[in-house]
């Protein structure tokens, strides 16, 4: 016989399990708010809201199109949002960052388990939380004021001149502020992230393994090789999930990025990321019929990018297995 | 026996599919030292667990049978009425860290709404540290944290905490196993005063056949998750009637 | 067999020189703003920090005295919704683990803390802004808590579960019911914990730009206008300043800049001090 539960404890589970229900509810209206305003404006540009490269503000509004047939060119007539620009932003900045907030993260990983000393090892731990936790407007004041200025100067003209034939640096770089230094900055926001993933999973090679490789006789660089490749999924989930963090970020790219419709193989040219479009355009939006509506689908895209990222990365991280 | 104090008939308990106890039937007296003793997995610890419902507390439990405590079953109170008629001593001392050792004593007290004023309060702790053979060792520094004291201390210290409930009845599950002899001694002395002065029943497991047999008045042999005998402590410890007893008590197992 | 070695030695050299040049950029930042902007706090001296700030033309820029009272207001209305709502529910994951709730809400909170602050913003906006048509410091507010539940949850749920499990079994065998049990003992015994859980929560609302663009949205002729009218924010000055034309405007933008730069730090360190757990 099972003795029946208090009402004591009854009324202490409603009491938690309210809280817990209204946080869960808070997400759901997130996803159906996005969703909600985003609509009306495939109601009438479709999905070439997200595959037109025109971004034209206009008090006329967009004339409608097929919305299930994504076009590449908007009508002549009439306003048009077109995101494409935005997303390539977000895209090439995000990448530029991982690629080398990769590079930072493995090298200050390895510096920190394999050849700092314990004291140098507890002093870098303590910056890496310090650039975690920094407000990331001050990243950005930083990146206009300092960093844009320097790659201008010292990277990008100097790339551009001599290897300006790739197209990846073909134009000519017109300021600091451009997709590239917008992934530069961002790789140093997103490495501290990186590193506690890896950092932790590194850390929980069991010590026999390790004590295996030495006895081989392995040198640092082989035994070090070793170890990654047993977290290799661990790597990919950081470089997932730290994809899903520069993507995502706004006040610090916003400032660094340029802020102009462009979409190209240049890497130095000025161009809008998502979360930048809809700082930067917000208080247009106000004006125009559809243009917030348009900027929703943007934030729209940007969190079903976000959520996918973020759940291919965790399903990762759990695969790490010894 | 006139009254038992506890009366257990065919108790089951069963842990995510694994059976503990398998059919317990067992009275233990009032106003005695009862120990309930039998090798490591006989099933000791959860039985003690099950007289105070704090067995329930483990995930995928399944307890039939019947336990009549002071003549009521337990399974039909109202399950904090039921570990209010108990105070109980673990194994490991666990004195709560974020409170003195004053208010340690005292939440035994408040939950039970013991003491109906700050005087009241203070005579109770007082008259627990002085039954657990701690006050001396305490009386001048009662706002110290618990850590600050040894591990036999710190079980006293526990066993005060217990009494300032004033429960009718005392658990104590093998709480020597993890310190000295000179505490142990002092414990045990603790637990013979108490009966003698106060009538409170007491129920000890111990996988330590002298210690049951210097303490106890009374015991209970379990092995297997089975009773296997029981029975006053002179007639058991001189002339066993099952050979499990009897090698038990030997220290064969 | 050398040439093993000799790649060991160069991957050594590489290796210590990233990591350093990966920690460079937070150094050079904390000395940046403070060279661009401890100059504006100290030649404005206090007035810096109790003014509005002045029109773009005026002779002195004024003062920052809006961002931080909106930041003051904000940051403590959110941490009082966020951290009750947080800590339950935590409350409850740890109480019921196996209950489907709780899965729900480990996703939930894992979900939140990745999305873009932007985003939570937005929904701000839609819920509170849109309908009653204004910017309200409330809304700013009902932001911030959304992006601090999160990391409240998280924490907390990490603290509550440290606590030995010997503890809890003591407080029921005392007689103490569920209710007392949670609040007496296992939050009390939790409690460093929890307090550092909050501590960084507050750390990342105080420093958040984006969920306030369009909730608080920025105010700049009046301190505070109380819950119902736009603020400003110690971040949403600097981001909105920094960017007009106005030399003034730009000076209170790094004035407020490094302000925020030594507020970051405090509150750092002190999040630090309070890792030395209970002992147990």
Known sequence: MAPRRPLHDIIVFYSLALPASLIILILLLLLLSQLGVAIPVFGVQGLSTYTTTVWRPMYEPPQPTTIWLPMLEPPQRGAWYGLLPAIWGTLVSAITAIILGLTFTIALVVFMEEIAPRRVREVFSTIVDLMAGLPTVLYGVWGLAFLGPLLHRYIMDPVHSYLGIIPLFSCEPLSGATVFTAGVLLSIMITPFMVALVQESYRSIPFTLKEAAWSLGMTRFEYVRLNLSMILPSIASAILLGFGRASSETAAVTLVVGNAVNIGFCIFAPAYTISSLIANQFTESQDFPYMLNALFAGGLILLVIGLVVNSIGIILLRRVRF | ?????????????????????????????????????????????????????????????????????????????????????????????????????????????????????????????????????????????????????????????????????KPRMLLLDEPTANIDPVNTAQLEDALRALRRDENITVAIVTHMPHQAIRVSDYIVMFYDGRVVEEGPTGEIAISPREDITRRFLRGEM | MDGRFLV?????????????????????????????????????????????????????????????????????????????????????????????????????????????????????????????????????????????????????????????????????????????????????????????????????????????????????????????????????????????????????????????????LSFFILARLLVKEVRY
């Not at chain 3, 937005?122 to 204004?134: D, N």
């Open chain 2, 1 to 165: 026996m006139i009254s038992p104090a506890i009366e257990v008939k065919g108790l089951r308990v069963r842990i995510s599919g694994k059976d503990i106890l398998k059919g317990v039937d067992l009275r233990v007296p009032e106003a005695t030292i009862t120990a309930i003793m039998g090798p490591s997995g006989s099933g000791k610890t959860t039985f003690l667990k099950v007289l105070n419902r704090l067995i329930e507390l483990v995930d995928g439990v399944e307890v039939s049978g019947e336990v009549k405590v002071y003549g009521s079953n337990i399974f039909d109170m109202d399950v904090y009425k039921v570990r209010r008629l108990f105070g109980m001593v673990f194994q490991t001392p666990n004195p709560f860290p974020h409170l003195s050792i004053y208010d340690n004593v005292a939440i035994g007290a408040k939950v039970n709404n013991v003491a109906r004023s700050r005087k009241e309060l203070d005579e109770i702790v007082r008259w627990a540290l002085e039954k657990a053979m701690l006050w001396d060792e305490v009386k001048n520094r009662l706002h110290d944290p618990p850590w600050r004291l040894s591990g036999g201390q710190q079980q006293r210290l526990c066993l005060a905490r217990a009494l300032a409930m």
């Open chain 3, 8 to 264: 060991d030695r160069v991957f050594t050299v590489i290796v210590v020189v990233v990591a350093i040049i990966a920690i460079l950029p937070i150094f050079h930042i904390i000395a940046y703003i403070t060279w661009r902007g401890l100059p504006i706090v100290l030649d404005n001296g206090l007035s810096f920090f109790t003014d509005v700030p002045a029109a773009v033309v005026a002779e002195k820029p004024g003062g920052i005295a809006p961002a931080l009272a909106g930041t003051a207001f904000m940051t403590i209305t959110a941490t009082l919704i966020a951290v009750p709502l947080a800590t339950l529910a935590a409350i409850f994951s740890v109480e019921y683990p196996n209950h489907v709730l709780t899965k729900a809400v480990r996703v939930t909170s894992r979900s939140l803390l990745e999305v873009a602050t932007i985003l939570i913003g937005m929904l701000i906006f839609v819920l509170l802004v849109l309908p009653t048509g204004r910017f309200t410091a409330l809304a700013g507010s009902l932001a911030l808590a959304i992006v601090m539940i999160p990391y409240v949850y998280t924490y907390a749920e990490l603290a509550l579960l440290s606590v030995p499990k010997t503890y809890i079994e003591a407080a029921y065998a005392l007689g103490m019911k569920k209710a007392q049990v949670i609040f007496y003992v296992t939050v009390r015994v939790a409690r460093r914990g929890l307090a550092r859980g909050i501590a960084i929560a507050v750390t990342k609302a105080m420093g958040e730009t984006a969920p306030l663009l369009f909730t608080a949205f920025g105010a700049r002729s009046v301190i505070f206008g109380g819950p119902l009218e736009p603020a400003d924010a110690l971040p949403l000055m600097v981001f909105q300043f920094i960017q007009t034309g106005y030399d003034n405007w730009r000076a209170l933008a790094w004035g407020g800049a490094f302000t925020l730069l030594v507020l970051y």
